[in-house]
């Protein structure tokens, strides 16, 4: 079967500097994709031509079409939460679950309802008498309530405090996910994330520098945390990254026998977040 | 699915405060001023000890049928001039209306939730100009026909607590009459509004700041620099006045009614079939509406209002958030 994204030779410029630089990926059915990358990486560009809302050279196909030439059939398979608050103001809650419900062929009533009753937001209340958490969860609900195939979050949790952070990414773990269905997810949080993703995408200057599954990285990457007398030992295997810990050195390897590194020190599995530091390094230099 | 009457719904929830309150608070004031009015009355009649006696014996003797014609007529004006305040509002309401109608969602970023949603370009600009032609005047004529209704009960009563029956005066006025050439001058004015609903929808949808200055500063930099480079002898449209015009038609048409230029609108009198007059006479007329309707001017600005909105829809499709 064919992937549910297919990008390549991806390319997006604006003026002169290129904000997707010949970018190929598969995204396939069934999982929940991280796109990691530093500010202005193109993160944000790679989302938007998923969803058909900016131009772009190269191939794409989203669930088998073109985003650029149908996205009206498009929208029916795949929804989307681009950063917080960008529900209209003036909208009530329940003219939200109707205009949706109205346009949207997938969507179920009694689904959002069902989500809605386990927060606080009432039907007659305005978005913008909701709290940025309320907003969140708002949305939330009625993206939940649609039977898509393809759901692209674009720092949904960006200014929420931690227990509406928690909650979004447990319910849409719990109650959203399944084989059928398909995340996309951009944040800066990652460490809060990397237990749920099932694959790993990282973006630097517009390229892919990282693509691969979560267990595929837990094979490839080790961390050994190694005393000041075996230090020279582990730099000569080309550490991707070194920090200094409690008089100790942690070293950061990419494909190293882990026998051989076993010798050196205790052996970690690294955090995204450590990872992606250390592939990150010199973006802003 | 058709979804056009959930999109229209959804203009009308953006919007009730423009489409509905307006109207009402613009009839409802005028109701009130009418209660003051008499209240007035009644305060200065007692303090002044004047007591009108009427009965319906007086009244029988000294109304004629033609001064019950001239009543009736009186009524149909007043109905007539109740549709004509709420119209004046709802130029503005839909001048800004329009001009915000692609242009605010951008702004505030809520244009991604409803991209978000299998609605075609095609069919939220649909349902924002129809909005614009239909749903708004029609609103504002339901309003301006419940509150000429309620001013008819309020001065029926008034009068009736004076013992005047004023049954024969409504019997000779023509509330539906009126109504339905009313009625009739809807889609002529949704037809002739069209060139300005497309040129505010295009700046609506083009501006990345400021609508407002781009669809009403550029036609009068543009009449200004003509009159300017023709005063200094330069190739320029000689008739500075038909080029105002024809930018005016574009920025002002939203105004119910401009189809009636300032030779044939005439006075108040004239709007009106008066008893003098024969049924179908009066600027309302459908005879009038159809000569409108078969003008050169209204079917020509109808193909350059088409023309604006066909590219209002295509930059919808293109110009997503303000900042990019």
Redo the contacts between chains.
Sequence with gaps: MNALVQARHLTKRYGTTRALDDVGFDIESGRIVGLVGPNGAGKTTALKAI?G???FEGELTVNGVDPRKD??????DV?????VA???????VR?AI???G????RFSREKCDAFLARTKIAPGMRVRELSKGMIVQL?LALVMAIDAKLLVLDEPTLGLDILYRKSFYETLLGDYFDENKTIIVTTHQIEEIENILTDLMFIQNGRIVLSATMDAVGERYVEVMVGPDKADAARALGPLNERQIFGKSIFLFDGVDKARLAELGELHKPSVADLFVATMKGTYA | MNKLPILLKREYWEHRGGFLWTPVWMTVSILVLTVLGMISAEIFRQRAGVHFNFSLDNVRDSISAKDFAGAGYALDVCQFTFAVLPCVALFFVLFFYLLGALYDDRRDRSVLFWKSLPVSDAATVTSKVLSAMFVAPVIALAVSTLAYLAFVLIVSAWLGLHGLNVLPALAASHPLRTLWHMLLAVPVNALWALPAIGWLLFWSAWSRAKPFLWAVMLPILAVFANAWIGMLGGPHFTGTLDFARILGRLLLSVMPGSWMNSSVAGTLHEWMPNPGMAADGGLLNPDRLLAVLASANLWIGVVAGLALIAAAIWLRGRRIETSV
Aim: net charge negative.
């Design positions: 969803l809302l900016t131009d996205r009206t059939k498009l929208m029916e929804c989307f939460i681009a950063d960008v529900l209209p103001r003036w909208l009530r003219e109707e205009f949706v109205g346009v949207h062929p949305h």
